[in-house]
């Protein structure tokens, strides 16, 4: 950062506004039918987007009653079976079905092929595949859930489940078992496509970050998810056959059923977070009109968190009879997971320096992102040092703190995403005031939910207890009231993204003036995302914000957020003329 | 609804102290560096907003020294955590060699503890579920003050979790294999368990109380006497125990009742009185006393009482006598048992329980 030049730069006028698609991937057939067979990346991701807002909000009325009963001591609307089939359905819900293919399936199927200028994923079909076979884990899934329920809490640790138990685990557990090869066959699919199909001239050191994220994520799918395939197959097994697995009382290991599940099911927390830090990485450098700050650092890490995210999943036992040497091991790798994630939240706040930033909706949810995040991991410090995790173990304050990483980091990521990429995807402005709104309440109603269950936890309450000593009373009600905010915060995006579908402001090709490739094309895009006679060919990095350039070299279009009727994003603006940006930029290092 | 807790729970145990000293030590830490952070995205976001810019940004890629620094200095923090909590660990899961050994046992849904001289009680479970009596069965985990305890943990049926909270200690209890825990208690009163690791239906009523008391009240409650028990009973085990269902057995109970047909003193808070004798005198009421009024009852006869009682000797054991004379010390007022009580299975043995919800 020694030698600062003052250039003026010659940029190529932005491109102008690309033509409306006719037929663009929405209206070329409205039957059912079409969606129902489309192989088109795009489509599918939008498949994806209906089933996992369907299940979110289902786990969201099961994490509802949860809290509402833990309203009184002895349990306010419901009782400890059902409690118990509230709080799993909840935990199944959430994890399987709509965190682990929230980003890569809607997202990362509708933007990849786009961000990389490629015509769709490697394999089309596969694609369309990984949705059904999503949907048929689904259905077991929410077949276990109504037909009784699961009462095992999402861990589904034996012999409770494999003997205990007398609810739905089979039905339920072969859902996450089907539901696991969708998520094997998305990430296969995002991998192949990112090696084999980027456009000339992206090279890896010119891949937007959010592909380097979910690249990473695809390498954990592969690797792990066949792991809780044959965890829960055993699982099966032997609750249906009595076959001693994890029993001991018929000759098997109940610290096993730990260890496997949990060689998958904590690389699955990357799995869930890595693809929200992309999406981040994309919007703050969006939002501030910076480079993003130490480009080969944030994506390595990625690759980083990835591959040690398989070494410590035994952070999870240390309390579960594991002998000392290996809980000082996995502790001390734990520690080492936390740097690459440090490293991501300095490189954002790098990031901003000496940024131009606005604050639309898709930059508030990433700087929520940011600041929750942050909670989150240094919380999971605590957990990872040995001497602390012993009394914090089991307690509230380890829901307090996942629940940071995955509402905090993980929802908020994928909140930022549907809005930065929602006009993309429908053509559509949503209400730039009430989705700021939306953003800032969703936050706060966020920290008054869980901010009292860290308390809640150091004082020792544990996890699942549907009755409570009185002393835990005023920080459990406080933690209702909370989520009462954040439930309704959730509520306000469902009504002005389904009224923008309606009378929302069309959307310009690239309205945030942002550099990825997906912008290069109309929104919504065409069948093949691009032109096909002028298939995007790649000159430049992927957020040269400072120069003004896109990657293909060209000019940008004026951005949004200068409060005047020229933002697209502000309810009666137009879309600015486009022309070149008087551009003096200042190159740094 | 109650007011706040304390902002620190009570520390009752040397490990709780090391977890404080632990937990203050990275919530300062974590706290300073994340404020730092925060600082810096609310200066940025305040200092570079599009208003105060003129939209035209510098092309900075970042800086390796920096990178390096942030690398860095949190690796060494984070090991600082590490070494730290290693330490702490590594005396949590090593009891020393003198501690007394209790056995505790997890079913669903309940805790059961045994003492090393045999003595056992049921020391939580779920109220709801249980029977009149066995409800007057449950006891406390009473544990010295200022001696090292450990506890050696076993479960009946799937994983538990013996938590305790004031100790700022929990450790898993696996079926088939044995898992320990040790304290060191500082602080005498009661405090909570928590079975902390998901178990079925009452997961969250398999809870229960640890009394700590003095260590001389400790070795007296040791040897029989109930007063830490929360129960009316002799705790289950204990040679108090023993007598009473000697007391039982030996028919003691058909004439030394407290309803109107007893045909013999009642002996409640008998032990150390002066009682009265037929024609005249008095004498304490010691093990000596009693045990010669069991083996001889005519030789001193209570005032106001017909000399009936047959004598037992030959037909008690000279550890009979002690686990009866232990019995009638720990009679309280109110304590005997009906004339038509049978001898009642030993506390903590399995007993039936219909599952079902709350109503």
Same mark, same amino acid.
């Given at each position: 950062m020694t ?10 006028p932005p ?29 599918i991701?939008?498949?994806?987007l ?6 979110f909000?289902a786990g ?7 809290r509402?009963?833990?309203l ?7 009782n400890?079976?059902q409690?118990?089939?509230a ?13 682990i ?16 200028g ?14 059904y ?5 689904a259905g ?17 640790y ?7 138990s ?5 039905p339920?557990v ?5 539901s696991?090869f ?10 192949v ?6 456009a ?13 994220s979910l690249?990473a994520?695809s390498?954990?799918?592969?690797l ?7 965890t ?12 001693g697995i ?9 610290v096993?059923f730990?260890h ?6 904590h690389p699955?927390v990357y799995?869930?977070i890595?693809p ?5 990485s994309?919007?703050?450098t ?20 990835a591959v040690?995210?398989f070494?410590l999943?035994a952070?999870?036992?240390f309390?579960?009879g594991?002998?000392?040497y ?5 502790s001390?790798?734990?520690m080492?997971?936390?740097v ?10 790098g990031?901003?320096y ?5 604050f ?16 989150g ?7 990872a040092?040995?001497g602390t ?12 703190h996942?629940?940071?990483v ?12 549907l809005?930065f990429?929602?006009?993309?995807m ?6 730039d ?9 969703i936050?706060?109603?966020f920290?008054?939910t ?5 308390i809640?936890g150091?004082?020792g ?7 409570y000593?009185?002393?835990f ?6 933690s ?7 439930g309704?915060?959730?509520?306000i995006?469902?009504f ?9 402001q ?6 945030w003036s942002?550099t ?23 000159v ?13 070299g ?18 009666h ?9 008087n551009?003096?930029?200042?190159v740094?290092? | ?5 304390p ?5 009752a ?32 976001c305040?200092a ?15 800086s390796?020294r920096?990178?390096l620094?942030?690398t860095i200095?949190p690796?060494?923090?984070f090991f600082?955590f ?7 660990y ?6 020393p060699e003198?501690a007394m ?5 997890g ?19 779920n109220p ?6 066995e ?15 450990r ?11 013996f ?28 405090y909570?368990? @928590?079975c902390?690791?998901y $178990?079925?239906?009452? !997961? &969250?009523?398999?809870v229960?109380?640890i *009394?700590? +008391?003095?260590e001389?009240?400790f070795d007296?409650?040791l040897?029989g006497?109930a ?12 040679v ?5 269902e000697? @007391?039982l057995?030996?028919q $003691?109970i058909?004439? !030394? &009742?407290a309803d109107?047909?007893?045909? *013999?003193? +009642?002996?409640?808070?008998?032990f ?12 304490f ?7 010669q009024?069991i ?9 106001g009482w017909?000399?009936i009682?047959?004598s037992?000797?030959?037909q ?11 019995y009638?010390?720990?009679l ?11 001898m009642?299975p030993p506390?903590?043995a ?8 709350k109503?």
């Open positions: 030698t600062a030049t003052t250039v003026t730069l010659k940029i190529a491109p102008p506004e690309p033509a409306p698609a006719t037929p663009n991937y929405l209206n070329v057939d409205y039957s059912l039918w079409s969606w129902l067979t489309t192989v088109d990346h795009k489509r991701g939008i498949l994806y209906v089933s996992i807002t369907a299940f909000l969201g009325i099961a994490a509802g009653i949860v509402l009963n833990l009184s001591p002895d349990g306010a609307i419901i400890e079976d409690y118990n089939r709080f799993t359905a909840h935990g199944v819900l959430m994890l399987f079905f709509f965190l293919p929230a980003v890569p399936g809607v997202l990362g199927n509708f933007l990849i092929p786009m961000m990389i490629a015509k769709d994923l490697a394999f089309p079909k596969l694609n369309l595949a990984s949705w076979v999503f949907m048929v884990g077991f899934g929410v077949f276990a859930i109504l037909n009784g329920g699961i009462d095992t809490g999402w861990t589904l034996p012999p409770y489940s494999s003997r205990s007398t609810s739905s685990v089979v339920g072969f859902g996450v078992f089907i696991g969708s998520s094997i066959m998305t990430g296969l699919n995002i991998m496509t990112v090696h084999k199909m980027r000339p001239g992206m090279t890896w050191g010119r891949l937007p970050l959010f592909v380097w690249y994520t390498l954990i799918q592969l792990g998810t066949p792991v809780i395939a044959i829960t197959l055993l699982l099966m097994v032997e609750r249906i056959a009595g076959i994890f029993d001991p009382m018929i000759g098997g290991d109940p096993l730990q496997l599940f949990w060689f998958y099911s699955a799995i869930m890595l929200g830090m992309g999406v981040v994309e919007v703050l969006c939002f501030s009109r910076k480079n993003i700050f130490g480009y080969q650092a944030v994506a390595w890490s990625s690759m980083g968190i040690v995210g070494m999943w952070h999870h036992m309390v579960a594991i002998s000392y290996s809980a000082l091991l996995f001390f790798l734990s080492l997971v936390a690459p994630s440090a490293i991501k939240v300095f490189n954002w706040t990031t901003l000496k940024g131009s930033i606005t639309q909706a898709p930059m508030l949810f990433a700087l929520g992102f940011v600041v929750l995040f942050v909670i991991g240094l919380t999971g410090l605590f957990l040092t040995l995790d012993i009394h914090l173990h089991d307690t509230y304050f380890v829901v307090a996942f629940h940071f995955m509402v905090g980091g993980m929802v908020l990521g994928y909140m930022a995403g809005h990429w929602w006009p993309k429908t053509g559509r402005m949503y209400s005031w009430w989705s700021r709104v939306a953003a800032c309440i936050i706060v109603g920290f008054l869980f901010v009292p269950q860290f809640l150091y004082h309450m544990p996890r699942r207890y549907p009755n000593p009185q002393e009373h005023v920080y459990n009600v406080m209702t009231a909370g989520a009462s905010v954040l309704f915060g959730y509520l995006p469902v002005y993204f389904t009224l923008s579908l309606f009378y929302g069309k959307a310009t090709g690239n309205p942002a990825g490739l997906e912008w290069q094309s109309p929104s919504p895009p065409p069948l093949f995302n691009f032109d096909e006679a002028h298939m995007p060919v790649v430049a990095g992927p957020y040269e914000y400072s120069l003004g350039i896109d990657q293909m060209r000019g940008l279009p004026e951005g949004p957020g200068l409060g005047t009727s020229n933002d697209p994003s502000s309810k603006g137009e879309t600015a003329a486009p022309g070149p940006m551009k003096e930029t200042h740094v290092g | 609804m109650n007011s706040l807790p902002l620190i729970p009570v520390a145990s040397t490990m709780a102290y090391q977890f404080e000293y632990l937990f203050w030590y990275i919530t300062i830490v974590t706290t300073v560096g994340g404020l730092a952070v925060y600082a810096g995205l609310l200066y940025f305040v570079c907003r599009r208003g105060n810019t003129t939209g035209s940004t510098p092309r900075i890629l970042g390796h920096l990178e620094a942030w200095i690796t060494i923090i600082s590490f070494f730290w909590g290693a330490f702490v590594t005396k949590a899961v090593h009891p003198d050994e209790i056995f505790v046992i079913k669903q849904w309940m805790w059961k503890a045994q003492y090393p001289n045999g003595q056992r009680v049921i020391i939580g479970g709801a579920n249980m029977t009149e009596n409800r007057k069965s449950i006891g406390k985990l009473v544990l010295p003050n200022n001696r090292p305890v506890i050696t943990m076993i479960s009946e049926d799937v994983i538990h979790d938590g305790v909270p004031a100790f700022r200690m929990k450790m898993d209890v696996l079926p088939g294999r044995y898992t320990t825990a040790w304290y060191y208690p500082t602080r005498l009163g009661e909570h368990i @928590f902390d690791q $178990c079925g239906t009452w !997961h &969250s009523l398999m229960g109380k *009394a700590v +008391v003095g001389n009240e007296e409650w040897n006497n007063i830490q028990q929360g129960t009316e009973n002799p705790v289950d085990g204990s108090a125990h023993k007598g009473r000697l @007391f057995k030996l $003691c058909k004439c !030394h &009742s109107a047909k007893a045909a *013999a003193p +009642v002996l409640e808070s008998l150390g009185t002066r009682v009265p004798l037929k024609g005249g005198g008095g004498e009421a010691d093990a000596e006393y009693i045990k009024s083996l001889k009852p005519r030789l001193k006869v209570v005032q017909e000399p009682m047959p037992y000797e030959g008690v054991t000279p550890e009979d006598l002690d686990a009866l004379v232990a009638i010390r720990s309280k007022r109110g304590t005997t048992p009906n004339t038509t009580e049978q009642k506390v903590g399995p007993t039936e329980r219909s599952p079902g919800g109503n």
